[in-house]
């Protein structure tokens, strides 16, 4: 979480972009092996998991879209709030995911494809909000 929450509160063009990605991966590659071991009882950790790395799929175009002329004030607006919700998305959840919801529906007008991913970085985080407040599934 502490991964996902410094990636939101820093700006679009960081240099660590690259290395971040790359992080979030090899945990992902790692969790999966652990998991792997317990028989499938570690199912639910691999998808928090996935949810995790898209999350920060989800910062990561949020910062773009920032910096797009052509998004709207209320979109760009919704958006930084979105990133300072989710640089506390260990704490609060519920609310990133509310922001999330609305950036969606706010980008369903004016970028139909994004909303759409949106819509997939909404339904993971809500599937797993146990596993973004603690770090595990229940």
Do not use: Y
């Amino acid at each position: 979480m502490h991964e996902l929450q410094d990636m939101a509160s820093r700006p679009a063009g960081n240099a660590h972009r690259g290395v971040w990605r790359a992080r979030l991966h090899h945990r992902l590659m790692r969790l999966a092996a652990l998991a792997n071991r317990l028989d499938g009882a570690g199912d639910a950790t691999i998808e928090g998991g996935v949810a995790v790395l898209t999350i920060g799929s989800a910062i990561f175009r949020s910062q773009d879209l920032l910096h797009e002329p052509s998004v709207d004030p209320r979109v760009r607006r919704c958006l930084g709030l979105l990133l300072n919700r989710l640089a506390r998305v260990g704490k609060r959840p519920q609310r990133a995911l509310h922001t999330m919801r609305r950036a969606e529906a706010l980008l369903s007008v004016q970028v139909p494809a994004e909303a759409a991913f949106f819509g997939t970085a909404n339904r993971l985080l809500a599937n797993h909000l146990e596993f973004f407040r603690t770090g595990r599934n229940p």
